[in-house]
C-alpha cells in the first residue's frame, strides 16, 4: 500500500503572490481554451439553477418600505413609518447575494499519478474551471489556494470570466510543488485568510492523514465540500507482471508481483478500509463529500451533489 510523506505544515506560512503572465506555452494555452469551451456550457446548463438553489448568499439587506397589504408578514412592519403615515407600511428585504468561492487544489505530484493523460490534475483543472464559471454566472467572487506539502500559492476571490480562466491556468501552469500533501496546511491558511463566510471547495485525493482538526476549524466558519478524486488503480491493483514501482511524492522505489492474487486482494481490501477511513474523518469534520471518479463523468456527481442539497434546504 502506497505511503506519502507529508511535511510538517509551517506556523504560519507568508502569503504567496501570483504572477500576471505565467509563460504559457501553446499547448497550454490550447489545453485552457479547451477546458473553458468545455466547462462554461456545462456550468450554465447543468449547474446553473441548482447552484443558485444550493448557495444562496449570506443574508438579506433591507430594500425599501411599502404600504401592507392583506397577506404581508406582519413580523416586517415598519413602525416608525405607519406612525407618521397613518397606515400599516412593511419592510422589503432582497437577498444579499454575493458569494465568496474558494477552490483549494491539490497539486502535490501524487496528483499526476491516474488513468487519464492529464492525471488527476487535469480533473482538478476542469472542476475549477466548472465551479468558476458557475460562480461567475452569479456574480459571486471566485478565489484559489494551491498546496501540496505547504500553502504554495493563494489568489484571492475575484469577480469575472477572465479571473477564472486565471485561476485555471495557474492550476495547469504551476511551479514544482513542495514534497508531500498537507491537506491540514490548507485548511490552517485559509481559516486565517478568509474573513468572510465562504464556500471552499476542497479538491485532492485525499491520500494524508493528520487533517482532521485543521479541517474541522475550517469549516465552523466555512461552508466546505470535500472533492475527492478517485481513479480505479486506487482500487484495484491490475495484473500486469513483475513491475517496478516510484513513490509519486517521495520516489521510493519498490518491485511489485502484480500477478500474485493475494496481494491484489491485500490491495482492495486495503482501498476499501481506506475509503471508509476517509469518509469517517470528513464526517467527523462536518464537511460533505462528493467522490468525483476519473474513469466517469466529472460533471454528473457534482449536479446530483448540488439537487440532494438543494431539496435539503
Known sequence: MRRWWRRAAPADPPPPSADQDGGLSVADRDRIKRIEIRTR????AVLGGDYSSVFRGTGIEFAEAREYVPGDDVRFIDWNVTARMGVPWVKEFVEERELSVVCAVDISDSQLVAHRRDGRLGAAAELTALLGFAAAQHH???????????????????RGVNHVLRLVRDVVRHAP???????AAACDYLSRALRRRSVVFLISDFLDDGYVDSLRTLARRHDVIALVLVDPADEELPDLG???FAGAEDGAAQIVDTGNAGLRSRYAAAAVDRAAERRRLLATAGVDEVEIRL????????????RTRAMRR
Open 295 to 306: 474513469d466517469g463523468n466529472l460533471v454528473d456527481p457534482i449536479a446530483r451533489y448540488f
Open 41 to 44: 456550457r456545462l456550468a450554465s
Open 140 to 158: 459571486d467572487r471566485v478565489g484559489m489556494l494551491t498546496f501540496a506539502g505547504e500553502v504554495e500559492r493563494f489568489v484571492p476571490p475575484k
Open 242 to 244: 513483475i513491475v517496478r
Open 177 to 183: 510543488p513542495s514534497p508531500g500533501t498537507s491537506i
